[in-house]
């Protein structure tokens, strides 16, 4: 894994519109690629995990 390396959702299916994480050990920074200058959400790894496993769920 590499602090320094933003990836595009695998959800975006190489659309504009979409976000890109940036995966740490501890945390997951969010940031909208449209907007990269806006910066950027963390989430804790905890909540970070919450969220993938709702949207492989299907529950949001």
Request: proline share 0%; charged share 35%; aromatic share 8%.
């Amino acid at each position: 894994m590499n602090d320094n390396q933003w990836h595009k959702s695998s959800y975006s299916n190489g659309a504009s519109n979409c976000v890109e994480i940036r995966e740490h050990a501890d945390r997951a920074d969010v940031r909208d690629t449209k907007r990269r200058e806006a910066g950027h959400i963390t989430f804790d790894r905890a909540e970070w995990s919450a969220f993938l496993r709702a949207v492989r769920n299907d529950a949001l």
